[in-house]
């Protein structure tokens, strides 16, 4: 089998959301159609209109790292450190990063937002002086695990992660690299961040209900609720993985992606560009519609997005459609920003190991223009060997990505 | 896990067409200008609405493609498969600084709604993928040091992974930015830079450059101390050789770290 075409597997994550900080903690509370939105505590929110959020209240401190120096660096930064670390370790490959080629291709939408803001609210001035910024948070990150191989950050806002999962993907097809640290990280819930999406209109404004505010789908839904966290995973080739034995967690099997060229914001009513990324990511992993077991939704809870997907999966899933399970897990996560698909591919990786397909909590009046083959409230066993993930940004990225079971 | 020799006698690289490519700079007085009347100076044109929100980075990227179109004529060519990737070094800065001033004295009203979809790094990958109607996949690198190599690993990824005809790669950043020992106009001197390259499939006839992006092999990664900064100052060099449409017959190189090294060679241009 050409290198080009070599299947690439998923050996290794790393992660952190509400639900705790790792894999088995996840997708526990992925499964259990629990909510991990609450109200804000950590700032004022008296003033904002949306006072909920699933926030991450800390993030332990990696083994080999300095607790006080971690301590100290910006939440962003403590979350791709840990993400990185962590999805190494549950590789196996810890010991061995040295020897190979490791290439780390990171989501990270907002990183020198979120590091200014936060160094500014405690009384610095790094914002005043880019000038003296001497390294990105993706390169540091190398340097400190010690990798050799090529290193990027990217963002396409809400589809970053799945950008970067394929991006590893081709390297790895490429023969870049040995193998990729692939994911994103965003920890979105500040001040100005809440203050924005807020004047945008986009949040839930339940702020005296925060476990049933994100309600993807439902007939009363009103807006995103922001969450924080991130997913990082080890992909390598199934050549090099079965060498090793390794265990496979899923195969990245196939991308796909589109622009609207619509609006910065609001998704288009044409869903031809949406569904041409699915359309694109299905023939990519050689599945056809009827194929599909699961569909992570990008479903965010905004009344025109929720029924703008349902009208892209129509098209590019047809009559196949109805009988596809699925479910929005933004339900329970919150909207992780540009990290969000790759908690969602975590979320399908679940899917793919525990045999059941997560829910859309808070599903209690499906809105008719969202017809679709939900998984309402409870967690469901289901046999799933091919699952789907949707992310579609701001600025118009449509991005599909298909995970399948290892055989 | 001891086959990386055997993985680096396989490893690809990629080459793509240079078709236009153009550096603009403009003042802050300039954009401003423009944004309130664009003129025909925007390939497609746009309106002045349209342009009220756009972040000057933004403002840049479709400049400096407008120009690139007009160039080498491109205009009537269809974009719409074609992708887009920009490196736009700190964007928002400017904008989440009045962001913070105005939220410290009007609370959370006061936090522009506009910081989010309009002054972040996905901002001007987006605001050219609507101008151009480019449906193809748009993205950006990281917005801080290192990401003009980040959006050349990007582009050279795309083209292979989506088989795309064509690629913008914009690439801006301020020349001079806030001067903040001038507290009432520090961004009196602000020059915005952008590099616009019109890269399609290696093979293109209508070409005058070639771009290729080499895997890594032992020597390159033994070489590379993966000193971005001195990867960048390589790479400026390296666009500029091509914005100045100087003959290199034997190429110019830059890292991009990792081992992998970008290279640009003049070509002859088919009638």
């Not at chain 1, 969202?370 to 469901?380: G, K, S, V, Y």
């Not at chain 2, 044109?45 to 349209?50: D, E, I, N, P, Y």
Request: proline content about 5%; hydrophobic content about 40%.
């Amino acid at each position: 089998m050409s290198q080009e075409c070599e299947p690439v597997w998923i050996t290794g994550v790393g992660a952190v959301t509400t639900f705790g900080h790792t894999f088995n903690a996840i997708s526990d509370g992925l499964l259990s159609g629990r909510s991990a939105v609450k109200f804000i505590e950590s700032f004022d929110v008296s003033q904002h209109p949306s006072q909920i959020a699933a926030q991450v209240t800390s993030i332990p401190c990696p083994v080999g790292c300095d607790p006080l120096e971690f301590s100290q660096r910006v939440p962003l930064a403590q979350c791709v450190e840990w993400c990185c670390r962590t999805a190494l370790m549950d590789a196996g490959l810890w010991d061995q990063r040295h020897e190979l080629r490791i290439g780390l291709a990171l989501g990270l939408a907002v990183e020198w937002m979120q590091t200014w803001e936060f160094d500014r609210r405690h009384g610095g001035q790094r914002i005043f002086h880019p000038e003296q910024e001497t390294t990105s948070l993706s390169r540091a990150t190398s340097r400190s695990l010690g990798l050799r191989g090529p290193v990027l950050s990217l963002s396409a806002a809400c589809a970053s992660g799945n950008h970067a999962l394929a991006l590893g993907r081709q390297w790895l097809r490429m023969g870049w690299v040995d193998c990729c640290l692939a994911g994103a990280c965003d920890m979105g819930v500040t001040p100005l961040s809440l203050a924005g999406f807020g004047n945008l209109r986009a949040l839930s404004h339940r702020n005296d209900e925060p476990s049933s505010a994100s309600r993807p789908f439902d007939r009363q839904r009103d807006g995103m609720v922001l969450g924080e966290g991130g997913a990082v995973f080890v992909l390598e080739s199934e050549r090099l993985a079965r060498r090793r034995r390794a265990v496979g967690r899923a195969e990245v099997a196939g991308f796909g992606a589109s622009s609207d060229a619509f609006h910065m914001v609001i998704p288009g009513s044409d869903p031809v560009p949406g569904s041409n990324a699915v359309r694109a990511a299905l023939n990519d992993a050689r599945v056809t519609p009827a194929e599909i077991d699961y569909i992570n939704a990008h479903a965010t809870s905004t009344p025109v997005g929720d029924a703008s997907e349902t009208r892209i999966l129509q098209l590019a899933l047809g009559d196949d459609l109805p009988r596809v399970p699925i479910s929005s897990t933004k339900s329970m996560t919150g909207h992780l920003l540009s990290a969000a698909s790759a908690i969602e591919a975590l979320a399908c990786v679940t899917a793919l190991s525990q045999q059941a397909v997560p829910a859309t909590i808070n599903l209690d009046d499906p809105d008719p223009q969202c017809a679709l083959c939900h998984i309402p409230n409870e967690a469901q066993p289901r046999r799933v060997r091919v699952t789907a993930s949707n992310s579609f940004g701001f600025g118009g990225s449509n991005t599909c990505l298909v995970l399948r079971a290892v055989a | 896990m001891k086959d990386s020799a055997a993985n680096m006698l396989e490893t690809a690289s990629v080459a793509m067409a240079i078709v236009a490519a153009v550096r603009v700079r403009h003042t802050l007085e300039e954009l401003t200008a423009l944004r309130r009347c664009p003129g025909d100076r925007f390939e497609p044109a746009v309106t002045a609405s349209w342009l009220k929100t756009q972040d000057d980075h933004s403002m840049s990227t479709l400049l400096a493609v407008s120009a690139a179109i007009r160039q080498q004529g491109l205009r009537g060519t269809d974009f719409a498969r074609w992708g887009i990737v920009t490196a736009n070094r700190f964007i928002g800065r400017h904008a989440l600084l009045n962001s913070i001033e105005r939220f410290s004295q009007d609370g959370p009203w006061g936090a522009s709604l506009h910081v989010v979809p309009m002054n972040s790094p996905h901002s001007p990958a987006g605001a050219l993928s609507l101008s151009l109607g480019s449906r193809g996949p748009n993205l950006t690198s990281g917005s801080g040091l290192g990401a003009n190599a980040e959006a050349f690993l990007i582009a050279a990824s795309l083209m292979t992974q989506h088989s795309l005809p064509g690629l913008w790669l914009v690439l801006t950043e301020w020349e001079n930015d806030r001067d903040e020992s001038d507290p009432n106009d520090p961004l009196r001197s602000a020059v915005c830079c952008a590099t616009a390259l019109a890269l399609r499939p290696a093979d293109t006839v209508h070409q005058f450059g070639c771009l290729t992006v080499h895997g890594p092999t032992e020597e390159s990664l033994a070489q590379d101390a993966n000193d971005f900064q001195s990867n960048e100052a390589a790479l400026i060099d390296l666009l500029t050789t091509i914005t100045a449409w100087d003959d290199v017959p034997l190429g110019v190189e830059a890292p991009l770290g990792g081992g992998l090294r970008l290279t640009y060679r003049r070509t002859n241009a088919a009638e």
